[in-house]
C-alpha cells in the first residue's frame, strides 16, 4: 500500500518509519525540508495511486482544519483524509460534512503511543464508515502493536477522537494519584528509597502499569526530581473531557480534580489560599503567614 503522511515531526516522523518497516510505502510532507519527501501537499497528493490516503498528524485546531481544507480540493471522489492528530470530535463532524459533500471519506484517529510507538507500535482508535476504514486497514495493522489488540473501529464519525479524549483524561487522573502518593511518601520522612518504593510496586501489584515504569526511570535519572520544574501544562483533551461529562451530566471526580491541578501548578502564589487563609484567619483567629515569612522558608 502507499499512503501520504502530512507532519513528521516527533510522532509522524516515528509513524512514517515504523509503516515503512511494515511494508508500506509512505510519502511524507512537512514543512521543514530535512524531513520531507516532497515540497507541497500537491506534489504529496500527486505521488499517490488512487484511491489515495492521506494521513494527518499536525497540531489540532487550525492547522489540522487548513490542511484538511487544501486537500480537499487536491483530492478527487473515493479518496480518504485520516486525521490522526488530537482533534476535537466536534471538528470531525464538520470535516465529514463538509467532504461527504465532494465524494471523499474521512476517518478520525485516535493515536497513542508517544516517543515510544515506533518500538512498541500505537493505539489507535479510529471513528467512521465501515468502508473508509477497509481501504485504510493495511496502514492500521502496519501501525498497531503485534498481536490481536490495538487497534479498534470505535464507532461513527467523531468516536475515534472522543475515545482518546477519555483515555487522556484517564491518564491525567492516573498520573496525578501516583504523583500525590510521591509527594505524600517524600514529605513523611518515614520511607528511605521512595524511588525502591514505587520500583517495587512494578511487579505483582494492582497498580503497576507503564506510566509506574516511566515514574520509576524519571526518579532514577533524577532523585526526588530536583531537576523538574513543579509546572504541567494540559493539552486541552482534559478539559474537552471535563466538558463532555458535563453535556452528559457524567461525575468525573477524579478526572476533573486532576485537570485543576495541572492548573495549580502554574501558581507561585495561589489567590485562592490567600483568601482561605484570610478567612480561617477571620473566623478562628487562625495566623496569617505574611508574604515576608513564605519568602524566606
Given at each position: 500500500?502507499?499512503?501520504?503522511?502530512?507532519g513528521?515531526?516527533?510522532?509522524g516522523?516515528?509513524?512514517?518509519?515504523?509503516?515503512?518497516?511494515?511494508g508500506?510505502?509512505?510519502?511524507g510532507?512537512?514543512?521543514?525540508p530535512?524531513?520531507?519527501?516532497?515540497?507541497?501537499?500537491?506534489?504529496?497528493?500527486?505521488?499517490?495511486?488512487?484511491?489515495?490516503?492521506?494521513?494527518?498528524?499536525?497540531?489540532?485546531g487550525?492547522?489540522?482544519?487548513?490542511?484538511?481544507?487544501?486537500?480537499?480540493?487536491l483530492?478527487?471522489?473515493?479518496?480518504?483524509?485520516?486525521?490522526g492528530g488530537?482533534?476535537?470530535?466536534?471538528?470531525?463532524?464538520?470535516?465529514?460534512?463538509?467532504?461527504?459533500?465532494?465524494?471523499?471519506?474521512?476517518?478520525?484517529?485516535?493515536?497513542?503511543?508517544?516517543?515510544?510507538?515506533?518500538?512498541?507500535?500505537?493505539?489507535?482508535?479510529?471513528?467512521?464508515?465501515?468502508?473508509?476504514?477497509?481501504?485504510?486497514?493495511p496502514?492500521?495493522?502496519?501501525?498497531?502493536?503485534?498481536g490481536?489488540?490495538?487497534?479498534?473501529?470505535?464507532?461513527?464519525?467523531?468516536?475515534?477522537?472522543?475515545s482518546?479524549?477519555?483515555?487522556?483524561?484517564?491518564e491525567?487522573?492516573?498520573?496525578q494519584?501516583y504523583?500525590?502518593?510521591?509527594?505524600?511518601?517524600e514529605?513523611?520522612?518515614?520511607?528511605d528509597?521512595v524511588?525502591?518504593?514505587?520500583?517495587?510496586?512494578?511487579?505483582?501489584?494492582?497498580v503497576?502499569?507503564?506510566l509506574?515504569?516511566?515514574?520509576?526511570?524519571?526518579l532514577?535519572?533524577?532523585e526526588?526530581?530536583?531537576?523538574v520544574?513543579?509546572?504541567?501544562?494540559?493539552?486541552g483533551?482534559?478539559?474537552?473531557?471535563?466538558?463532555?461529562?458535563?453535556d452528559?451530566?457524567?461525575?468525573?471526580?477524579a478526572?476533573?480534580?486532576?485537570?485543576?491541578?495541572?492548573f495549580?501548578?502554574?501558581?507561585d502564589?495561589?489567590p485562592?489560599?490567600?483568601?482561605?487563609?484570610?478567612?480561617?484567619?477571620?473566623f478562628?483567629?487562625?495566623?496569617?503567614r505574611?508574604?515576608k515569612?513564605k519568602?524566606q522558608?
Amino acid at each position: 500500500m502507499h499512503i501520504g503522511l502530512v507532519g513528521l515531526g516527533k510522532m509522524g516522523g516515528n509513524m512514517r518509519e515504523r509503516l515503512r518497516l511494515g511494508g508500506v510505502t509512505v510519502t511524507g510532507y512537512d514543512r521543514s525540508p530535512d524531513v520531507t519527501d516532497v515540497g507541497s501537499l500537491a506534489e504529496l497528493v500527486a505521488a499517490l495511486p488512487s484511491p489515495k490516503v492521506v494521513w494527518v498528524m499536525v497540531p489540532a485546531g487550525e492547522p489540522t482544519r487548513a490542511t484538511v481544507k487544501e486537500l480537499s480540493a487536491l483530492l478527487s471522489e473515493g479518496d480518504v483524509i485520516v486525521d490522526g492528530g488530537n482533534s476535537r470530535w466536534t471538528d470531525d463532524e464538520m470535516h465529514h460534512a463538509e467532504l461527504s459533500k465532494i465524494g471523499i471519506g474521512f476517518i478520525d484517529c485516535g493515536v497513542s503511543g508517544g516517543v515510544w510507538g515506533l518500538k512498541n507500535g500505537y493505539a489507535l482508535m479510529a471513528g467512521g464508515d465501515s468502508s473508509d476504514i477497509a481501504k485504510v486497514q493495511p496502514v492500521f495493522d502496519a501501525l498497531k502493536p503485534e498481536g490481536e489488540r490495538g487497534f479498534v473501529h470505535a464507532g461513527r464519525i467523531g468516536a475515534g477522537h472522543f475515545s482518546k479524549m477519555v483515555h487522556n483524561g484517564i491518564e491525567y487522573a492516573m498520573m496525578q494519584a501516583y504523583a500525590e502518593g510521591f509527594e505524600l511518601l517524600e514529605k513523611a520522612e518515614l520511607v528511605d528509597n521512595v524511588t525502591e518504593v514505587f520500583d517495587s510496586w512494578r511487579e505483582g501489584t494492582v497498580v503497576r502499569s507503564w506510566l509506574l515504569d516511566l515514574l520509576v526511570e524519571a526518579l532514577r535519572a533524577d532523585e526526588g526530581l530536583s531537576k523538574v520544574a513543579g509546572w504541567a501544562d494540559d493539552s486541552g483533551e482534559g478539559r474537552w473531557t471535563v466538558e463532555a461529562a458535563i453535556d452528559h451530566a457524567v461525575p468525573l471526580h477524579a478526572i476533573a480534580a486532576s485537570l485543576f491541578a495541572r492548573f495549580s501548578s502554574r501558581q507561585d502564589e495561589s489567590p485562592a489560599m490567600k483568601a482561605v487563609a484570610a478567612m480561617r484567619n477571620q473566623f478562628g483567629g487562625h495566623a496569617v503567614r505574611a508574604m515576608k515569612e513564605k519568602e524566606q522558608e
